[in-house]
């Protein structure tokens, strides 16, 4: 083989190479790009669904205070936990752990707070007959349900963000365009479900 020919393919070779490794560079980036969005998109509907439930709760203390207006301390509690949980905000693109973990704990605190009013409203079982009541009821135990799903999608989405830029090659492409491990709700004392709020009405016809 002549010299010539054998530079031309070393040519050739180095240059397929090139267009490879760009073309397997581009397909990369585009999807951890994607699955950060992802995670971003899941993370939207998490506070979405949070939020959903904080507009809820003017309406309940509302009706809650029209019935037992002497339980102040409880409802400013509720009302407390509330205004910390909602003034937290989170750039999910810059989110850490530490982030997630001062929301978590807030919107944990806002939950503990709901329950210990729904214990005092087992003393009012005129007031767990109020067919507003019900309805507030029934639209938070559908958002405590959706916080639970939203959340899961949330971890599921940012597990599998955070397995890609680990694996090899992938790891090279996030290392270069600087994808960074995305923090998630960790499974501690109720993380992983959402703290459920009850509403007895056992004793409603009393």
Do not use: C, H
Not at 38 to 49: I, K, L, P
Not at 123 to 133: D, I, Q, S, V
Request: no cysteine; glycine share 4%.
């Amino acid at each position: 083989m002549s010299a010539k020919k054998t530079r031309n393919i070393v040519i050739f070779t180095i240059i397929g190479l090139i267009v490879i490794s760009f073309i397997y560079g581009y397909s990369t980036y585009n999807g951890l790009t994607k699955s950060d969005e992802a995670v971003n998109e899941a993370w939207a509907q998490v506070e979405n669904v949070y939020q959903r439930r904080a507009d809820l709760i003017p309406q309940l203390v509302s009706t809650v205070k029209g019935a037992a207006d002497y339980e102040r301390s409880t409802l400013e509690n509720v009302i407390k936990a509330r205004s910390e949980a909602t003034s937290i905000k989170i750039d999910p693109s810059n989110m850490t752990q530490a982030d997630l973990a001062k929301f978590q704990a807030s919107q944990d605190q806002l939950s503990s707070s709901l329950n210990k009013l729904m214990v005092v409203v087992e003393r009012y079982p005129e007031l767990k007959a109020n067919a507003n009541f019900q309805t507030l009821q029934a639209q938070l135990e559908g958002t405590e349900n959706r916080i639970t799903v939203e959340r899961k999608k949330f971890n599921e989405a940012t597990k599998t963000f955070n397995a890609s830029i680990r694996l090899f090659p992938k790891n090279i492409i996030a290392g270069m365009f600087d994808f960074e491990k995305r923090p998630y709700f960790e499974a501690k004392a109720g993380a992983e479900n959402a703290p459920s709020i009850e509403f007895d009405y056992s004793n409603s016809n009393q």
